[in-house]
């Protein structure tokens, strides 16, 4: 079966990158949850059973939780973090759904244009097509078949036509985020920063390799931990805590999360010591149809697609509604 991913997957790069990805999906409605985990060991031998990512909605919701083990921390960029970071950091993560991430049932409606909701590919000619519709199957089939800077282009060309610079907000690119970690200072780099009224609220960590199983969520939290380090030096008064916003993709699979950091947090970081409280953060479980090969897939299908673009939307007016509930006068001085 992890022959069979890895040959479909590498004929993505000489073929039509839409039928092996499709194709790719066949093998993964055809095949049990068994078998599914075991590609996922295949591909990461040095992990625990109960540490894989399962894009699945279990019957309760899960908490990812591990065993406090001997982890000694050291100073680490966030780039560098890894599981053993979060486990010495207490930090774990719940899959959530729906309702409970946004608060509503209901996604919004996609202000996308139909034409990239309802074409696996760009259109021949006669179609005319816009330039922000040209742009995203262009950056879409580089993003599937090349590498990460091509993930880079797809990711934030889908920000700026989902309007995410609109208002007040602004999108920066590789922005460096300082922190301190066992008394060092250390930066944390995530691909793309929302900015809005001096503070940031939204961070996208894309995978550093388009065919890695796994999601960054490791250095989304460094990021966001930085974030908030950075948020607070800009007040009048530092918060004791407060929730970052985060998106994580692999491929062209977002994957969106809360995070709630804390002073307590930050200072085990400062520290290198084992905080008793532990950081719960909410991971959303999209309502995807085959929810165990949306990491595959992406965006690729359109049935998924829609929801995705639906996802971005809610995620936007949410970040909307947090802010226009902040006094952004507070802020000493301008990012």
């Known amino acids: 079966m992890a022959k069979l991913v ?18 790719l999906h066949e093998v993964f409605k055809a095949d049990d949850s068994k078998n599914l985990r075991a590609v996922s060991r295949s591909r990461r031998p040095s992990m625990p059973e109960s540490d894989i990512i399962s894009y699945g909605l279990p019957r309760q919701q899960h908490v990812k939780t591990t065993v406090m083990a001997q982890v000694v921390l050291s100073a680490k960029s966030g780039n560098d973090w890894t599981d053993n970071e979060l486990i010495g950091l207490n930090v774990s993560y719940q899959n959530v759904d729906v309702p409970t991430f946004f608060g509503t049932s209901q996604l919004p409606v996609t202000s996308v244009s139909p034409v990239i909701l309802n074409n696996d590919v760009e259109p021949l000619p006669p179609t005319v097509l816009s330039k922000d519709e040209r742009l995203f199957f262009r950056y879409l089939h580089r993003a599937v078949v090349e590498n990460e800077a091509s993930v880079d282009d797809w990711a934030g060309h889908v920000l700026r036509i989902l309007d995410y610079d609109g208002g007040d907000r602004e999108i920066a690119t590789k922005r460096e985020l300082s922190f301190t970690m ?3 200072w250390k ?27 796994a999601e960054p969520f490791p250095q989304l939290v460094a990021d966001s931990i930085a974030a908030f380090t950075e948020n607070n030096f800009l007040r009048a008064v530092a918060l004791p805590e407060g929730m970052i916003y985060g998106i994580t993709i692999t491929g062209t699979a977002p994957v969106f999360y809360k995070l709630p950091i804390t002073q307590t947090l930050v200072q085990a970081v400062i520290t290198g010591q084992y905080p008793a409280q532990r950081t719960v953060v909410q991971r959303l479980i999209l309502p995807v149809p085959r929810p165990n090969s949306y990491q595959y897939e992406g965006i690729v299908p359109l049935d998924n697609r829609r929801i995705v673009f639906q996802c971005l939307e809610a995620m936007k007016n949410l970040l909307v509604s947090v802010m226009s509930s902040h006094c952004t006068s507070c802020f000493d001085t301008p990012v």
């Open 182 to 184: 066992c008394g060092e």
């Open 187 to 213: 930066w944390a780099k995530p691909d793309f920063v929302v900015l809005s009224g001096g503070q940031r609220t939204l961070l996208v960590q894309e995978d550093k390799h388009v065919r890695h199983v």
């Open 6 to 23: 890895t040959d479909t997957l590498w004929r993505a790069k000489t073929e039509s990158y839409v039928s092996a990805l499709l194709r």
